[in-house]
């Protein structure tokens, strides 16, 4: 049975040939999915010919293994590339289950992303509120682009949506963290938020998001 990396590489230079229309597109794409590592986001960008880039990009996702090829081929599958290359049309319907079987008895062995969350931070948190957010925006500053596309895994594609959109700042924030609370939609609680705003590069100060995980912050 042929495994989702090596469908992928079955597929290299189809895949090449379309994507190469936008390479870019596709970069920011795999890239708010964390497909690629930080260099090799960055030995992607480097590249200036389209054609160059999408092959590296290829050549990097397969070499990190079954997990982010299988993360690609479902990027794929998603209604802004299926837009943006019409010819993935091939892969809409592809049944990706046998393809993913290694990638599931995997996954099994690393804990899930919620499940290493405590318990209170699940089930005793409420959903953020548009007050909440509002007020979290408000202490984002000129770094939410960065926030948006690391910390909330936005695409650059919306960021750029949204920055059009909103003159404004703090309108721009908020209606960045909205998007998230929609797409997140029950998982969008006070405490998965302040979490996601508590860690790595872009760690926002606590005086500014503690309130969502203070006791009363349900009634802000």
Same mark, same amino acid.
């Given at each position: 049975?042929?495994?989702?990396?090596? $469908?992928? *590489?079955?597929?290299?230079?189809?895949?090449?040939? +379309?994507?190469?229309? &936008?390479?870019? $597109?596709?970069?920011?794409?795999?890239?708010?999915?964390?497909?690629?590592?930080?260099?090799g986001y =960055?030995?992607?960008?480097?590249?200036?010919?389209?054609? =160059?880039?999408?092959?590296?990009? @290829?050549?990097? !996702? +397969?070499?990190?293994?079954?997990?982010?090829?299988?993360?690609?081929?479902?990027?794929?599958?998603?209604? /802004?590339?299926? =837009?943006?290359?019409?010819?993935?049309?091939?892969?809409?319907? @592809?049944?990706?289950?046998?393809?993913?079987?290694?990638?599931?008895?995997? *996954?099994?062995?690393?804990? &899930?992303? =919620?499940?290493?969350?405590?318990?209170?931070?699940?089930?005793?948190?409420? !959903?953020?509120?548009?007050?909440?957010?509002?007020?979290?925006?408000?202490?984002?500053?000129?770094?939410?682009? %960065?926030?948006?596309?690391?910390? @909330? %895994? +936005?695409?650059?594609?919306?960021?750029?949506?949204?920055?059009? &959109?909103?003159?404004?700042?703090?309108?721009?924030? $908020?209606?960045? @963290?909205?998007?998230?609370?929609?797409?997140?939609?029950?998982?969008?609680?006070?405490?998965?938020?302040?979490?996601?705003?508590?860690?790595?590069?872009?760690?926002?100060? /606590?005086?500014? +998001? &503690? $309130?969502?995980?203070?006791?009363?912050?349900?009634h802000l």
């Amino acid at each position: 049975m042929m495994d989702v990396t090596q $469908f992928l *590489r079955s597929q290299k230079v189809k895949l090449i040939d +379309i994507l190469s229309a &936008d390479a870019d $597109f596709v970069l920011q794409h795999a890239d708010s999915c964390s497909l690629l590592s930080s260099s090799g986001y =960055e030995q992607v960008k480097a590249c200036r010919i389209p054609s =160059e880039k999408v092959t590296e990009l @290829l050549d990097h !996702i +397969i070499q990190r293994g079954p997990v982010s090829a299988q993360g690609l081929l479902e990027l794929l599958k998603e209604p /802004p590339l299926q =837009e943006t290359f019409p010819m993935l049309y091939v892969l809409k319907d @592809l049944q990706v289950s046998s393809l993913a079987s290694d990638t599931q008895r995997k *996954r099994k062995s690393v804990p &899930d992303v =919620e499940e290493t969350k405590p318990k209170q931070m699940r089930s005793s948190y409420p !959903i953020v509120t548009e007050k909440q957010l509002m007020t979290v925006a408000r202490g984002v500053g000129r770094s939410w682009r %960065e926030i948006g596309r690391l910390a @909330l %895994e +936005i695409p650059n594609v919306k960021l750029e949506q949204i920055e059009e &959109d909103h003159p404004n700042l703090v309108e721009r924030v $908020f209606a960045m @963290l909205n998007y998230w609370k929609i797409r997140q939609r029950e998982k969008a609680t006070t405490a998965y938020l302040h979490a996601l705003l508590s860690q790595d590069d872009w760690a926002l100060p /606590p005086e500014r +998001i &503690d $309130f969502l995980i203070e006791s009363d912050s349900g009634h802000l």
